[in-house]
């Protein structure tokens, strides 16, 4: 099968190849899937990159976790009738060496999920890592029915998300952004307001926003970068969900026990069990009613997947950033 893949870290067009590799089987209990479109996110760069510290983990990676495809082969103790079956992968290349890069990928048949219809194979690429983490981010500790949120980083895969599940359960959305353009894309999601950080000062914002009150919660994607500013964005007794950062992060002690402020780390690769089932519900339903919109940025071909890479580095791309296979 032809497939991109790399066999050290560093930059996208010294390490990374598209050429023919071994085929997968799907082994017992497995799938294999037939993908269509591969999603490439900030944490399949940075991977590759050599950024994140770990090793490779394998002698050749076949990058990406995200991607959506039509599920070809089954394994033993797989229903036959899944063969045909429009699909969207998560946690693709977790913990594993293949992921979606590639014309075919062998995954266990739980991380294989029905893809409604009506949904097409660049939205299923999108929906794996900036879904799921957006959906966790809004819906933990009771979610935020009610509450006035704070997305930082509106115009992002995962903020744009964000912005439409906390919309869903009736909040008001607050999103930063870097520019019009971003503020309008926000607006698109559902954003109530937004507020342009590099022109704007933010707290002040959010004060004259919420008369007052603050927000209840904030969806942040660096808290390393946005942390030192937290504790006066959010009401005593606010909540910090947080799922990414540039760096260690910096978090103001005093002004954050004084508020009691409740800062929760989660990563969507390792969600527990029943969060991970709980999200997957919730994003089928929505998907089959029609409810979440998609924001494709730029689509490349297997040929071009270091451009693609590039485009997520340099955050040129305004939405998702998928690789089309077949």
């Not at 997957?280 to 339903?285: D, P, Q």
């Not at 998907?287 to 997520?312: C, D, T």
Request: charged fraction near 20%.
């Amino acid at each position: 099968m032809r497939a991109a893949y790399y066999e050290r870290t560093g930059p996208a067009r010294e390490v990374l190849t598209v050429g023919t590799v071994e085929t997968p089987e799907p082994g017992a209990g497995e799938v294999r899937v037939r993908i269509h479109v591969s999603g490439v996110n900030p944490s399949d760069v940075k991977t590759r990159g050599g950024t994140t510290g770990r090793p490779l983990g394998a002698p050749r990676i076949i990058p990406h976790s995200d991607g959506g495809g039509v599920v070809d082969k089954v394994g033993a103790g797989v229903p036959a009738a899944r063969v045909g079956e429009r699909v969207w992968i998560w946690n693709g290349q977790w913990q594993r060496a293949s992921g979606t890069a590639a014309e075919y990928i062998a995954v266990p048949s739980a991380q294989a999920v029905r893809l409604p219809d009506g949904v097409d194979f660049a939205a299923a690429a999108c929906l794996g890592i900036p879904a799921l983490t957006a959906w966790q981010a809004v819906a933990m500790d009771g979610g935020v029915s009610g509450h006035i949120v704070l997305v930082q980083g509106g115009a992002g895969a995962v903020g744009h998300y964000a912005i439409q599940f906390a919309k869903l359960q009736g909040a008001t959305v607050i999103a930063t952004v870097s520019s019009a353009e971003k503020a309008v894309h926000a607006r698109v999601a559902g954003a109530d307001a937004t507020i342009d950080y590099r022109s704007e000062d933010v707290g002040a914002r959010v004060r004259d926003l919420t008369g007052g009150r603050l927000v209840d919660r904030v969806v942040e994607v660096d808290i390393a970068a946005n942390g030192a500013k937290l504790p006066d964005l959010l009401r005593p007794g606010g909540l910090v969900a947080v799922y990414g950062s540039g760096g260690p992060p910096a978090v103001p002690f005093g002004p954050s026990i004084l508020k009691n402020i409740t800062y929760r780390f989660f990563i969507v690769y390792n969600q527990p069990p029943d969060v991970r089932a709980a999200g997957l519900a919730a994003v089928g339903n929505l998907l089959a009613q029609g409810r979440l919109v998609h924001a494709i940025g730029a689509r490349f071909p297997l040929e071009r997947i270091a451009a693609a890479h590039e485009a997520v580095e340099q955050g040129s791309v305004m939405g998702n950033v998928v690789v089309e296979i077949g």
